[in-house]
């Protein structure tokens, strides 16, 4: 029964350049946060609010066992993916159809986290609602906020985040260096005028302009790329004339506003004339993108051609409008939010261009959707979920245009639909599900898109209340294909069909449906995973009938299908299946290399459902080799991942009389209280601690399990875990050790990894019990 789950890491943001000094900030955001469940961190754009709240979460992380998550709002217009987008930030991937908020409360109950939601300002109803229901429903879960404007909601604490301290222009200067605003410039200044430095000479005039851009960190570092070409006394000069310009167009904007805005207009006039296009059109881009994408978006084939596209995102990275960051495939760049609605205003200035340059987006997302979609059943899957994870943003962006926008409702239906892989494959069915209904609903007319999305839409049916529509879609789905002479999309119904009577406990029924299927064989334009997985499902159910040896041969020949293209995630279930199999012939020891094999591929693809799926059956393996505390350990882990996907399993009576025959047995081997406490054991080992025990624990040839071995840290690494254990963080491990952040930020990582680990204190706790 196959379906993914990956999601995209969703810690702290990685910084790319220097922190300035907020000591003052952070000490009093930590004093709340400890008294506080909801802080929110207000202030103008480009004040620093999403800097300084990773900067104090960073710093409090310890605090919360089960760590510290970041929800990136930016890229997202769309309040009904609120509460999906802090699900996915979360790792949670229910396939229920219960209201995504009481889900979400639900399996953060027991949990005690930190959730960074950045960038509330235009989603605040949206936000204010995942908040309340967090502080409310859950005791364990604290909220930290960024907003332009409050939230509104009593349980909130705001902290004003105020621009930086400017020391005065004609005042004692003998400590400029210790000041965080003209540290700032300083340091910006020096990256592109290598060997910069505050001097007696210049402090005052860089007083003076720090003074004049209001202590706005995002003011001075445009202002500061402008040292490439102009002094300081000329920056200055010039900034005057820009803001004196801006003023006399009244007072109704506030004075810090007048200050971003004389800085953003000023680096946009010093722009060329073609890095001003692109800037505008790279501004319909939410997220981060790829060169690739913004050639596309920004070309139109008369006033820019991809050639020059290049050319002018390198000038907009030299003057510090884009950021470069490393992602999948290479290098993307991101526009800051407030940079970003600036270049919007300037496109919606040009009649038709921000409709064209979208429907660019739109037309670009749809070509890469299906080459990732041909390219799936092959080797670089990985690399595919990865890319995809990176361009969440633009997918919806894309979806929500086609959807939003007159006459394009078929194009977003197909974009839906094209992306099956992602919704099945990559852990977003309630995502796919929202996108799939509107698109039904605004594209009526009998096409192969529709007959595509209604078959998606039943695959994406994962809870018992659902299975039924699930099931009438599917039917339709294929019912229509049928009358449109589509023989592809009616075979893809037809898996879908079957996968509904799988989770419906109908096997018998199951499995004289996929025989026809596997017998008929593939048809032209079926897609190669699909045709896979009904060899899957035939082989489970096979196995789960008890025809095990029927099963092995099935799955030899999804092995062989697999093994000449090169691919893994259909592999990894056929791995799982032919470890069912030999657990049905009680043969333990063939089953569990099987099983550990399926476990390492899911966990390569972040497949959480198959983790949980493969969890289970190992606990049965380790039960019936007699190692009932492992089998609790193992019972553990699995239902803390099932927790984050369906704690009932679906309903499928097949996997739950399983997962109770095993807990049932090895309670009775191990007792009652060795029993809880092995299994407690296992569910506070997280996603990566379970799977590291359930792979790193073999057994010797006498079937008895051998101790594991402790986890080898280099010697560096040991000083950097004890130091973690006394609590500090990574700029003191740094300065303790003489060594750089960065550097002390890859040991800290590397500790997490070798231990299985996925937050800090877990290292404390790892420590403790070596002593």
Not at 648 to 657: F, I, T, V
Request: charged letters at 25%.
């Amino acid at each position: 029964m196959g379906g993914s789950a990956p999601r995209r890491d969703s810690h702290l943001p990685v910084e790319t350049t220097s922190f300035v000094d907020r000591r003052d900030e952070l000490a009093e955001g930590r004093e709340l946060l400890a008294r506080a469940r909801l802080v929110t961190l207000t202030g103008p754009g480009g004040v620093g609010k999403t800097r300084l709240a990773g900067r104090l979460a960073a710093r409090v992380e310890r605090a919360f066992p089960d760590g510290v998550r970041c929800v990136q709002l930016s890229g997202l217009y769309d309040p009904a993916l609120v509460p999906l987008a802090a699900a996915d930030a979360l790792g949670l991937h229910d396939h229920s159809t219960q209201p995504p908020l009481d889900i979400l409360v639900e399996q953060l109950r027991d949990r005690r986290l930190l959730l960074v939601v950045d960038n509330c300002e235009h989603l605040l109803p949206a936000c204010a609602g995942l908040a309340a229901a967090l502080l409310r429903g859950t005791t364990g879960v604290r909220v930290l906020a960024t907003s332009r404007h409050r939230l509104g909601l009593t349980e909130e604490h705001l902290m004003e985040v105020r621009p930086l301290p400017v020391p005065d222009p004609d005042g004692d200067l003998t400590a400029a260096e210790a000041n965080p605003a003209l540290a700032l410039f300083a340091a910006r200044a020096a990256a592109v005028v290598p060997g910069f430095r505050l001097t007696p000479g210049n402090r005052a005039a860089v007083a003076r302009l720090c003074e004049r851009l209001d202590g706005l960190p995002l003011a001075i570092e445009l202002a500061a790329v402008r040292m490439r070409v102009l002094g300081i006394e000329q920056l200055l000069a010039r900034l005057d004339d820009r803001y004196r310009l801006l003023s006399a167009g009244g007072p109704a904007v506030p004075p810090r506003h007048q200050t971003l805005r004389a800085a953003v207009d000023w680096s946009h006039d010093l722009c060329t004339e073609r890095e001003q296009s692109v800037w505008a059109r790279v501004s319909v881009l939410a997220g981060s993108f790829d060169l690739e994408t913004a050639e596309v978006v920004c070309a139109d084939g008369e006033r820019i051609v991809s050639c020059d596209v290049l050319e002018a995102v390198a000038g907009l990275v030299d003057k510090s409008v884009l950021d470069r960051e490393n992602g999948p495939g290479g290098v993307r760049y991101r526009l800051l939010d407030t940079l970003r609605h600036y270049g919007l205003g300037k496109l919606r200035e040009l009649p038709g261009e921000e409709a064209a340059a979208r429907r660019r987006q739109r037309d670009w997302t749809q070509d890469r959707a299906a080459g990732y979609e041909k390219a799936w059943f092959g080797p670089g899957q990985r690399e595919i979920v990865a890319r995809l994870r990176a361009d969440q943003d633009n997918l919806r962006a894309a979806l929500d245009f086609s959807l939003a926008t007159p006459d394009e409702a078929l194009a977003g239906l197909r974009l839906a639909g094209t992306l099956w892989f992602y919704w099945h494959g990559c852990g977003a069915p309630r995502e796919g599900r929202y996108w799939l209904d509107r698109a039904l609903d605004a594209s009526p007319e009998p096409t192969r898109e529709r007959a595509r999305a209604l078959w998606l839409s039943g695959l994406l049916a994962g809870s018992p209340e659902d299975l039924t529509r699930g099931l009438r879609r599917a039917q339709e789905a294929r019912a229509l294909a049928r009358d449109l002479g589509d023989p592809a999309e009616a075979a893809h119904a037809d898996y879908v069909i079957g996968v509904v009577q799988l989770f419906s406990d109908d096997l018998h029924t199951a499995l004289a449906h996929y025989e026809t299927t596997v017998a008929r064989g593939r048809v032209p334009g079926q897609h190669l995973s699909l045709h896979g997985l009904d060899l899957v499902e035939l082989a489970c159910a096979l196995a789960l009938l008890g025809r095990t040896d029927r099963a092995v041969a099935v799955c030899g020949d999804a092995l062989r299908l697999c093994e000449r293209h090169g691919e893994e995630w259909v592999r990894s279930y056929v791995l799982r299946i032919l470890a069912l199999a030999h657990a049905g012939r009680k043969d333990w020891r063939r089953a569990e290399p099987y099983a550990c094999q399926a476990l390492r591929l899911k966990l390569d693809v972040h497949d959480v459902i198959g983790i949980g799926l493969t969890l289970d059956l190992l606990a049965v393996i380790a039960d019936g080799c007699g190692a009932a505390e492992r089998a609790a350990v193992l019972l553990g882990g699995a239902d803390r991942v099932w927790s984050d996907i369906d704690r009932d399993r679906w309903g499928s009576e097949a996997l739950n009389s399983a997962r109770r025959d095993c807990e049932t047995r090895a309670c009775a081997a191990v007792g009652q209280r060795t029993y809880e406490r092995a299994y407690g054991r296992g569910g506070g080992l997280g996603l990566a601690g379970i799977v590291s025990y359930a792979l790193d624990d073999p057994q010797d040839a006498s079937g008895q399990r051998e101790p594991p071995a402790p986890p080898r840290l280099t010697r560096r690494e040991a000083e950097v875990a004890k130091l973690v254990a006394e609590g500090l963080g990574n700029q003191q491990i740094a300065d303790r050790l003489v060594i750089a952040r960065r550097t002390a930020e890859g040991h800290v990582e590397r500790i997490l990894s070798k231990l299985g680990f996925s937050n800090r204190s877990q290292i404390a706790a790892w420590v403790t019990a070596q002593r």
